[in-house]
Structures are given as structure tokens and as C-alpha cells.
């Protein structure tokens, strides 16, 4: 007995060592769940305080990159408007309009917010980002996330002011997206190492795409509206099996430097969900 | 004793706001990042006691993961560095010197500083990536992370250590 005190007495240091690494283990290996990522993440309310209001004070000095943003955002809604009085004219007796289907849907299905970016990572192989706006301004999990360069993520979890976005930059986000000539869809995945790409896995043989065309969202999941930009396509090469075409993707928006973003929720999502359940699974 | 203490608290505090508001936000051709937090521990006295160095360790680097959404990692790897410090330490230094003092390049002569504060610095580095990447199967992305993110870092060590020259 004496003996084993006098050990323990000896090298504390070591036991203490492998507590210590136990504990930082124990954490590493709890994010994977949802308590341990709402807890431990800085969607918590202190270390969310705390980076906003340094994003407060980081925001003065870039007002001027932010005005330009601003006034690129306003042209393209101009021209939007434009298109779509453009579509209006055309459709200038009153029951076609409403007969419409393409009309109708994107108008009435989407509820749209704006929401800032108090904190980004975009070193880790899964990265995060946290917006300053949750569930008491309408931000809920499943919504999608884009700026006007294109698609950046899906709201992942939401507390009360704030919310974790998993973007495109996560080894566990998967975008549904459309490509080339025949809006072939497919599967967008990140392999972790290069922060401008990404990868599309599922492509089917019988596509037709070649380098530098543009994916966009396909809005089968119905977490995008369909048509919002994602990338250009960089290079094709086949799968480790050979049964699809991989692509590597050149993403629109630079990860390192995202501020304003759009969150997107669709109101049937529940609805489609619920409909997807009920698929019989073997 | 007391002013001593109140000047290392100043410097954690100091460290880890530089830390988590300005380095971690610095990611150089998506390889390099800089954890300069590192030189709280590497300026920690000589003789601080081993249980008093790993907690400091897990501290700090509890502290950079909350804000860094990495929980765990710098954690690990900053408690593993304050763990080897002291043998790293005793290493580059006479093992019969009796006194106490902050290892610095006027105490431990540069060549001494520059060798310890770098195995610490590439200790910390290959802890960190082997954590982050949980893999070993991309070994070329894990030696130029490690080396370009540990030449970073010593660079910022050695210029902080040239202003601080007395």
C-alpha cells in the first residue's frame, strides 16, 4: 500500500497528463453530437457576445468593400426586376399569370432573411460558420444559406440570436446540384484539402458537361430554391469505380471572406420531408 | 511572488485575445497558421512544477478551441506541449544550474532559445494536424502544414523576442 501511494506520489504529473489528455479526447470526440456542438461551439451565448462585438468594431473597416458589395447587389437586383416586369408584360392577361406554375412557385414558397457572419473557420477539415441571427428572427435548421456570389451553406443549429451554418467547406455537407447541357443532377462534396474547391461525385456517364460550366443549386432537396450558382466546373475524371465522372469544382465564393449572406427557408420543406419519410427503405 | 503572477495573467489574457481575434483568422495559402498563444508556455519560469505547467496547457488551450469551434484539438496539443516543455528545456540547457529564470534567448543564449522554443513549436504542430485531420493517409498535406505553420509561428516567436530585448 505504502509503496503505491509513494508511486502515485512520485509521478502525479503523469496521472494528471493523461486526465488532461482524457478530457481534451472526451471533447474531440463529443462534437460529433448535437449537445456537444451547441455547447462547446461559439453559437453559445458568451463566446458569440464576445465575437460579435469584435465583428462590431471589424465592420467600420470594411464599410468601403461593403458599399461596393452593397451597390453590385443593387444592380443585380435591378436587372432582376427588369427581367421580371419584362415577364409580367408577357404575361399581360391576368389568368395565364396565375396558371403559371414557374411564377407562382417563386413567388410564394421561400421566406428570405439577411443575417451576418460573426464568426468563419475554413482551416479545420469540418468548418463552421456562425451567423448573428437565430430562431427569434425566423432562422431555423434545414434553411439554406447563400450570398450573391452563390451557394455557402445550410443552418445546421439555431439558439435563440444565433446560429451554426455548415458550409460548403464541411466534409459532412452534401449540396444537390444540376450541370450542363442535360441539368444532369448530382452531389456536391468537399475532400478537406483546397479551400476554393470542391468536388461533384455522382455525375452519370451520360451527362454532357465539359470544363467551365456552371452548377447551380437543383432544388430537388428543397433546402435551395433551383438555379442559385455554386461553381465552374475545373476538370472531369472517373470515379474509383468507374460507374460516374467526378468533377472538381471551382467555387464562386471565397470562403475566406464572407459577410452578409442570404438565409433561405422553403415553407413546404416540412411538408416534402415528411412525404420523403414515407418512401419504404430495405 | 504576487506581481509576478498578476504580469503572467496580464500576458495570457494578452496572448489569447491576440490569439483567437487576429492569428487563428490568418490562414497563409490555406497551410500556415500561426498559434502564437504557444509563447505563454514556452515563457512560463524554469522551475514552474509540471502539474502547474499542464494546467496552464489545458487552459489555454481550452480557451483558443471555444473560440475557434475546434474542440479538443488545441487542447490536446497545447497540454502534450506543456507535458514535454520541461524535458525539452532541460535539454538545451546546463542540468546543474540551480537558478530560477524565464527561458529567453539573454538567459539560454539564442541558439539555445531557437532550438527549444522550434521542437516545442513542431511537437505542438504534428499533435495539432494528426488531431485536426484524424488520418494519416495525407502525409504531404500534414508535412507542409506542419513545416510552413511552425516556421510561421517561430518567426513571430523571434521577432516578439528581438523587441523584448533589454
Known amino acids: 500500500m505504502q509503496t503505491l501511494l509513494n508511486f502515485i506520489v512520485k509521478y502525479n504529473h503523469w496521472f494528471l497528463f493523461i486526465i488532461l489528455e482524457g478530457i481534451s ?13 451547441a455547447f462547446f461551439t461559439a453559437a453559445n451565448g458568451m463566446a458569440g457576445d464576445v465575437s460579435s462585438m469584435f465583428m462590431d468594431i471589424n465592420t467600420y473597416f470594411g464599410l468601403k468593400s461593403a458599399n461596393e458589395e452593397l451597390l453590385k447587389q443593387n444592380l443585380e437586383q435591378e436587372k ?20 403559371d406554375p414557374t411564377f407562382n412557385s417563386s413567388n410564394n414558397e421561400y421566406i428570405f432573411n439577411t443575417a451576418n457572419v460573426v464568426n468563419n473557420s475554413f482551416n479545420a ?10 430562431t427569434d428572427d ?62 461533384l461525385i455522382d455525375l452519370p456517364r451520360y451527362a454532357k458537361f465539359e470544363p467551365g460550366d456552371t452548377v ?16 465552374t466546373i ?22 475566406a471572406s464572407i459577410g452578409s449572406v442570404f438565409v433561405v427557408g422553403n415553407k413546404g420543406h416540412n411538408e416534402q420531408e415528411e412525404l420523403e419519410k414515407m418512401i419504404p427503405r430495405k | 511572488m504576487t506581481r509576478a503572477y498578476l504580469i503572467r495573467i496580464r500576458n495570457f489574457v494578452i496572448l489569447v485575445l491576440l490569439q483567437i481575434l487576429i492569428f487563428s483568422n490568418i490562414h497563409l495559402y490555406g497551410y ?29 488551450g481550452f480557451i483558443v478551441d471555444i473560440f475557434g469551434n475546434t474542440p479538443g484539438i488545441n487542447t490536446a496539443a497545447a497540454t502534450f506541449v506543456a507535458f514535454a516543455r520541461n524535458y525539452i528545456l532541460a535539454s538545451f540547457t546546463k542540468k546543474d544550474e540551480a537558478d530560477d529564470y524565464i527561458p529567453a534567448a539573454s538567459t539560454i543564449g539564442s541558439s539555445g532559445y531557437i532550438g527549444y522554443s522550434l521542437t516545442c513549436i513542431i511537437i505542438f504542430y504534428v499533435a495539432l494536424y494528426l488531431l485536426e485531420l484524424f488520418t494519416i ?30
Open chain 1, 80 to 99: 432582376e426586376i427588369i427581367s421580371l416586369r419584362m415577364q409580367l408584360a408577357r404575361h399581360s392577361n391576368k389568368e395565364a399569370l396565375n396558371n
Open chain 1, 25 to 37: 479526447f472526451m471533447l474531440l470526440v463529443r462534437f460529433n453530437n448535437h449537445q456537444g456542438a
Open chain 1, 234 to 255: 475545373e476538370n472531369i475524371e472517373d470515379s474509383d469505380d468507374g460507374m460516374f465522372y467526378q468533377a472538381k469544382v471551382r467555387l464562386f465564393n471565397d470562403f
Open chain 1, 125 to 134: 477539415l469540418n468548418n463552421y460558420i456562425v451567423l448573428d441571427k437565430g
Open chain 1, 216 to 231: 447551380r443549386t437543383s432544388g430537388f432537396s428543397s433546402i435551395f430554391p433551383a438555379e442559385i450558382p455554386v461553381g
Open chain 1, 138 to 199: 425566423g432562422v431555423l435548421p434545414e434553411m439554406g444559406v447563400y450570398n450573391n456570389y452563390g451557394v455557402v451553406g445550410v443552418v445546421y443549429l439555431a439558439s435563440e440570436r444565433y446560429s451554426l451554418v455548415i458550409p460548403l467547406l464541411n466534409s459532412k455537407s452534401r449540396i444537390s446540384c444540376r450541370v450542363g447541357a442535360g441539368n444532369s443532377s448530382c452531389t456536391l462534396q468537399w475532400d478537406g484539402c483546397d479551400i476554393r474547391f470542391s468536388h
Open chain 2, 137 to 166: 493517409n495525407y502525409p504531404v498535406t500534414l508535412l507542409i502544414s506542419v513545416t510552413a505553420s511552425s516556421l510561421l509561428t517561430e518567426l513571430f516567436i523571434l521577432v516578439i523576442e528581438c523587441f523584448n530585448r533589454k
Open chain 2, 32 to 60: 500556415a497558421t500561426a498559434y502564437l498563444y504557444l509563447l505563454f508556455l514556452l515563457k512560463l519560469p524554469r522551475h514552474t512544477t509540471r502539474n502547474e505547467l499542464l494546467l496552464w496547457g489545458f487552459l489555454t
